[in-house]
């Protein structure tokens, strides 16, 4: 009991509560300051560990000594009646009453006056392209490429939600306000700014500002020289989360250089090829392609733009052609020092993916897809792949895929392809509400866009509401939807043959030649196809006939030109005419359906590219037989399932058969079904 009297008697208690309270002021003013001045956490960390050093220190000296008027005494020193301990007393109840008077006004203005976050809104930021305000306007593929990188990195913070780069970037050159923009993207903050780039010397301005108030959060300058550009990108997202007040180390953050370059041209090229590779147009692609070649051949171990550029050979058959020989064995290259790297980022994942996939292994790649999603959660891309992917190759429930998408859109909620597979994941499992729904924020969100209009044509002519559909179209002269225009055309304007010839559309001509044939009684051999090539000529004839149920002559076709060689092995060419992969299917259908079982018909059907049919409703031609195969369906099960979804049509091309639909080869197992004669006749008649 006497030590306490003698620790009130010495102010010790006094010294402790002022150096106490005033370190916590230090700190809380060095962690407000810390990001304008651009300071190193190590200095807050230096700070702390002095100040902690310093309060026993403190408390030592104010027990060994004692103010007097003199100066500094010992203690023991001091007699008691020369002691000024009360008035010491006083003047550090003083001292402590100021101290909590600048923490209680520091408190207030922290609390009112600075921006606060609301911690009952998930943390969302979307980071739109720097503008480019160079001389000549020639570097915004450079602001781009900041841009991307800080979002790359913010993707790293579990505690923020970050909206993808394929949303955020299209609000490039928009003359939107930041609230807009913010309700658009569903983001809570908004990330701007601006480079401007001289010889090797770069300006970059930025601003954090919250969309819904647009309230100002922060803003800074730097000026770098070129070849520090990864540390700044580093500094700049290290400054965001201390202005978001999240508890991250600047280490946490720091981009993975090793899969980057140190060549600032090779970099410079990586960066000029992300916006034409984004852009999905075969120019933007070949463009793209260039650019990684030659910043792969400026660096050898540029690992990022070797994973890009493999992701773009995967792509390749889709928007342009199958790759040659030279770009296989270059891809080949590519997967090989991809694998051996030691190096792991969302884009190398992306890469072996889609190779597994290529070479056959879809039971490997589903789950190596699955394995990259955990470890790169923030990566809506791959997380998009993967449901791609999953939705043909794997066993998971379509409801489980469904729940992929809207993940994806919750962070990519201007990604169309996602919207699309999300709507006809609904429209095949018959939920047309939330169909509905989906199509609808699609229009919301981005009108105009081809995809939001065919998104709402395929819902339409899923709700049977076709004349709907067909005035959309009309009245678009978008070339994308010429498919749609001459499908739909053909069941309500009676085009005749020579006029499908004029537009120019394969299925179309060959729907209108079986109509010629049926109703006219013209022979195939009497057509004049004008000059047209041979090869096309008879692919045409081969589809009309199957149209009305005469397949006769596919095997010889199918076996006997030299283009279907590679496809019959189980390479998936680009066939000159489209018309050859329905061709092909029906000739593969007719090799198997007698031969093998489910699960290998199935199969051989996934590995020549066509859509797993498991579980579908019959809605789509080609999986008509294999359901029945299957043992799934009975004929008139599927009749069933056809009038339980008001129709016979999901596609444009079902319309424009539709009166071909009797006859039609892959209508024919279920042909003279009544039930079938009534919704055949109920569609034409509606």
Aim: hydrophobic fraction near 40%.
């Amino acid at each position: 009991m006497k030590f306490f009297t003698e620790l009130k008697r010495r102010n010790i208690f006094k010294v402790a509560s002022v150096y106490l309270l005033t370190t916590w002021l230090v700190l809380q003013i060095i962690a407000v300051i810390s990001p304008s001045l651009n300071l190193p956490i190590m200095f807050g960390t230096i700070v702390t560990v002095v100040l902690i050093i310093g309060f026993p220190i403190s408390c030592v000296i104010a027990w060994a000594f004692e103010l007097t008027p003199e100066g500094m005494k010992f203690t023991k020193d001091v007699e008691e009646d020369e002691s000024i301990r009360q008035e010491t007393g006083q003047k550090l109840n003083a001292s402590l009453m100021f101290i909590i008077a600048l923490l209680i006004s520091f408190i207030v203005y922290d609390k009112f006056f600075t921006f606060q976050i609301n911690e009952k809104l998930d943390l969302t930021i979307a980071v739109l392209p720097f503008k480019d305000m160079s001389p000549g306007g020639t570097q915004q593929y450079f602001g781009d490429g900041i841009a991307e990188e800080i979002l790359n990195s913010l993707t790293k913070i579990s505690s923020l939600k970050v909206i993808a780069r394929t949303s955020s970037f299209q609000f490039r050159n928009e003359k939107k306000d930041i609230n807009q923009i913010g309700k658009q993207l569903g983001a809570q903050f908004i990330l701007e700014g601006s480079i401007r780039k001289s010889e090797d010397k770069l300006r970059v301005t930025a601003q954090l500002i919250d969309a819904t108030t647009q309230h100002h959060i922060w803003s800074e300058t730097y000026d770098k020289k070129l070849t520090d550009v990864f540390v700044l990108q580093d500094q700049l997202t290290f400054a965001i989360t201390q202005a978001l007040k999240l508890n991250i180390l600047k280490g946490d953050l720091q981009s993975s250089a090793l899969a980057k370059s140190d060549n600032p041209e090779a970099y410079k090229l990586y960066l000029k090829s992300l916006p034409l590779f984004h852009q999905r147009t075969p120019s933007g692609i070949k463009d793209a392609e260039k650019l990684l070649e030659k910043a792969i051949e400026l660096d050898h171990d540029f690992l990022l733009a070797k994973a890009q550029l493999y992701n773009l050979y995967a792509r390749y058959n889709r928007y342009i052609r199958a790759l040659n020989i030279e770009q296989q064995k270059n891809a080949e290259l590519l997967i090989r020092d991809l694998l051996s790297s030691p190096e792991k980022f969302a884009e190398k994942s992306m890469a072996i993916g889609m190779w597994l996939s290529g070479e056959g292994y879809n039971v490997q790649s589903i789950e190596y897809f699955k394995h990259s999603v955990s470890e790169f959660p923030s990566s809506s891309e791959l997380k998009f792949i993967y449901a791609y992917y999953a939705n043909i190759y794997s066993h998971l429930s379509r409801n489980d895929i469904i729940e992929m998408h809207k993940s994806v859109l919750s962070k990519d909620p201007l990604n169309t392809s996602s919207r699309s597979n999300l709507m006809s994941l609904y429209q095949k499992e018959n939920r047309l509400a939330e169909m509905r729904e989906v199509i609808d924020k699609g229009r919301e969100l981005q009108p105009q866009h081809i995809q939001s209009i065919r998104d709402e044509i395929f819902g339409l002519i899923a709700e049977n509401n076709i004349s709907s559909a067909f005035k959309i179209i009309k009245k678009s002269n978008d070339d994308n939807l010429k498919y749609y225009r001459n499908s739909l055309g053909s069941f309500f304007n009676e085009i005749t043959f020579e006029q499908a010839l004029k537009i120019g559309d394969d299925y179309l001509i060959a729907v209108e030649l079986a109509k010629l044939v049926r109703d006219k009684g013209i022979q195939y051999q009497e057509v004049d196809f004008g000059h047209m090539d041979n090869l096309r000529t008879k692919s045409i004839t081969l589809f009309s006939k199957s149209l009305l149920g005469d397949i006769k002559d596919v095997n010889s076709y199918v076996e006997n030109e030299q283009h279907f060689v590679g496809f019959i092995e189980g390479v998936i060419p680009n066939l000159n005419n489209k018309l050859d992969y329905s061709i092909y299917a029906i000739y593969l259908n007719e090799k198997l359906k007698n031969s093998m079982d489910f699960e290998s018909y199935n199969q051989t059907l996934i590995e020549h590219g066509y859509e797993n049919c498991n579980g579908y409703p019959a809605l789509v031609e080609k999986c008509f037989t294999y359901n029945i195969l299957s043992g799934q369906y009975t004929a008139k099960e599927i009749v069933a399932l056809m009038l339980k979804n008001k129709g016979v049509i999901i596609l444009p091309i079902n319309i424009a058969m539709l009166p071909l639909i009797e006859t039609n080869y892959w209508y024919s197992t279920i042909a003279n079904e009544p039930e079938f004669i009534n919704l055949v006749k109920s569609a034409l008649k509606n």
